[in-house]
């Protein structure tokens, strides 16, 4: 199956921190992508600002090394990024003082406000309010005009509100889009697909018949050259308040009245204002936190976390508290999910690179079936997020051929690879232009960042009031047993991307 190219309307698209990581390995790629693709208008543009004093060329040369690096060799094409190339252009610009935005706005030369104009910040969380105000100063914002923001939204509550407030004096929240990368993602969409878009699940979507779910996102990277980010913020900021609070929302939310954004926000709202709050009492049974350990990675042997602290910050020895493991057992307090846990978990270093959803359904009431027949396996309905997207619903069948009745589980699989062709876009891509397109269904609203950050704050601040122990696990496994018997407790298991 083919896919479909939506057309866009002209804008232009300046990035600010536009030489920073985020633009070189995705930013750049994704647009690039979207050009190859050809649904890039004539007379869109795209413009960098950073404080380096280059040129236009020196920025082109810069984006064409870009692409050579992050877009695959077969997605290459000469004419394409000739064209991309061409479409760029670069002012120098130091955000904190008042030189070059004269420039910008002569550059950006729009007087009518016809275009829709989207500003991307690339840059630190501290420059957010500073760029939106000299925007304004300078006559850079008017009602086509977007804001394009990304984590860390904060550190706790109280930071995020005061980031949302300095954005909010300068835009209206209908302007701001707030990225969660895992929102782009073709299977986490498909999650509002499958739920909504099919009469099988719905009914049974709750916990009359869900034993529990578990959302799982696993990677084998380490800190890499992020250590001096990564230790303020750990695997609970930097991976459980958004992306796994998200997968969360969508798994658990009511089904909205229409695909409209803030239909769809009301209910995740909704869904994290009603998680169980977890305090200095539940804490210790609800949650692990760990760090990793010397140990594997899948080209061999890697360093502790420590090890790898003390390297990036040039300094011998390192302490730290921060975690790059967290497991949580969140409880939903209401109708729908009363008495049906949702297990998460995220780390660093962990045996694979798998992100997944997993909806258990419980045991058949009654078994039927002779012990001879085997016990019925209960439904699973497995979401796998990355690597090879795939949607997968075990259900028990009778084994075929003689010998009477033998149950046996098999999967009905769909795996994206084999059933659509072309490559999978990345998150960047949808979300860039839906931010052209001001639809602000797969971004975060400014009430749903903060309501996460009021599930996440006590249980951070419990973890220090009594002091819970930070676990360590070995690099290439799948988190501390702490983390195992948080489960198992309960009678449950880890899916561990096995099925
Ligand atoms: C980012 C985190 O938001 O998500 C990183 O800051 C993490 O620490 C990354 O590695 C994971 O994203 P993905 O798309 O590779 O699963």
Not at 178 to 200: M, P, S, W
Not at 389 to 396: D, N, P
Request: proline content about 5%; some cysteine; hydrophobic content about 40%.
């Amino acid at each position: 199956m083919a896919r479909q190219i939506i057309p866009v309307d002209p804008f232009d698209y300046i990035i600010f921190g536009a030489t920073g990581d985020l633009a070189e390995r995705k930013l750049l790629p994704a647009l690039y992508h979207r050009e190859k693709d050809g649904q890039l208008p004539d007379e869109c543009r795209f413009v960098g600002a950073a404080r380096s004093k280059l040129s236009r060329k020196a920025y082109q040369g810069f984006a064409k090394s870009a692409l050579e690096e992050f877009v695959e060799e077969e997605d290459r094409d000469d004419t394409c990024i000739k064209r991309f190339l061409d479409r760029l252009d670069y002012m120098p610009l130091d955000v904190t003082t008042d030189d070059g935005w004269d420039d910008l706005a002569k550059m950006l030369n729009d007087p009518e406000g016809k275009r829709i104009r989207a500003f991307y910040l690339a840059v630190g969380p501290g420059l957010f309010g500073p760029i939106s105000e000299r925007l304004e100063q300078h006559d850079l914002i008017n009602d086509r005009t977007r804001l394009v923001i990304e984590k860390p939204l904060g550190r706790d509550l109280e930071s995020a509100r005061e980031l949302n407030e300095a954005v909010g004096e300068h835009f209206g929240e209908d302007q701001v889009f707030r990225i969660d990368h895992y929102l782009g993602k073709e299977t986490v969409q498909n999650l509002l697909a499958l739920r909504f878009a099919n009469h099988l699940f719905e009914p049974l979507w709750n916990a009359q018949h869900i034993d529990h779910v578990q959302i799982t996102v696993a990677e084998t990277v380490g800190v890499e050259d992020r250590a001096a980010y990564y230790d303020k913020s750990g695997a609970m900021r930097d991976m459980v308040q958004n992306h796994l609070l998200q997968l969360l929302c969508l798994v658990a939310m009511e089904p909205p009245a229409s695909g409209d954004a803030d239909a769809i926000r009301d209910e995740k709202l909704k869904v994290l204002r009603s998680l169980k709050p977890i305090d200095d009492k539940t804490v210790e049974d609800n949650t692990v936190r760990a760090q990793y350990a010397a140990g594997a990675g899948p080209n061999g042997k890697v360093d502790g976390y420590l090890e790898d602290l003390a390297r990036d910050a040039d300094e011998g020895e390192a302490f730290s508290s921060t975690a790059t493991f967290v497991a949580l057992k969140a409880q939903i307090d209401n109708w729908r999910w009363a008495g049906t846990p949702f297990y998460l978990r995220t780390g660093k270093r962990m045996a694979a690179r798998m992100s997944e959803i997993v909806i258990q359904f419980k045991p058949v009431p009654h078994a039927m079936f002779g012990e001879e027949a085997g016990k019925p396996v209960s439904n699973k309905l497995v979401l796998r997020l990355q690597p090879d997207e795939s949607v997968r619903q075990w259900i028990m069948i009778k084994d075929p051929g003689p010998g009477g009745m033998r149950l046996k589980r098999v999967a009905l699989d769909m795996s994206f690879a084999e059933t659509f062709d072309g490559r999978a876009p990345d998150a960047y891509e949808r979300l860039l232009l839906d931010v052209i397109r001001g639809n602000q269904t797969l971004f975060m609203r400014r009430d749903e960042v903060e309501a996460a950050w009021e599930w996440i704050d006590p249980i951070m601040a419990a973890w220090d009031d009594i002091n819970q122990p930070m676990r360590t696990y070995t690099a290439g496994t799948w988190g501390p047993s702490q983390a195992i018997a948080l489960i198992e407790r309960d009678g449950r298991t880890w899916n561990d991307g096995d099925a």
